[in-house]
């Protein structure tokens, strides 16, 4: 597709049920983060891809959340026995290789989670 | 620290009227500097990339200022209109073997009639 596609883009689910949220980076763009935003809060940075190199997971909350991405690809965030506190939205960024880009970040629209 | 602050948190202005956001940061190696707006309900999307040559650069009705001396940048925002209300966030890259962004908390700018 032309952009970042996000989905769902809205969840709504029941505390201690699993989520899961997808991310379809640009074609071409080699590194891909993940993000929450809580309602009227700024950016959080969660983890970040590159190539195939180890993921940068420094911003994950917990160890209910982890993401996986298979090469340069689509990412899965999976956030384990949601808390009432997780309900944000999650916005993912793609980017083309870090040798030649300028460091523009390229957003999805977001998955808004709210859990009950 | 790599630290990106912005002011004011929140602003309004009357539509037509001029305003300027402030961004001040402490992140090196400094790479460039961004702005971005983000819609209410949307994704950010970049407005201007300035690096550490440049003074000034515009973009239609923005213009983002950068004093790389001082660590600060601003975006003006001329003869604002009611879709300029919206989150404008700074953002700051520093080249560390790729590129590590760090976000600024944004400044909510809301345009009344």
New interface residues.
Partial sequence: GAG?SQSPSNKVTEKGKDVELRCDPISGHT?L?W?RQRL????E?LIYF?GNSAPDKSGLPSDRFSAERTGESVSTLTIQRTQQEDSAVY?C?S?PA?GS?????F????SRLTVL | KNQVEQSPQSLIILEGKNCTLQCNYTVSPFSNLRWYKQDTGRGPVSLTIMTFSENTKSNGRYTATLDADTKQSSLHITASQLSDSASYICVVSAVTGGFKTIFGAGTRLFVKA
């Fill in positions: 970042v590194a983060y993000y009227g809060q700024g950016l940075f590159q916005l960024a980017t870090s880009n300028t460091g523009e970040l957003f999805g629209e977001g």
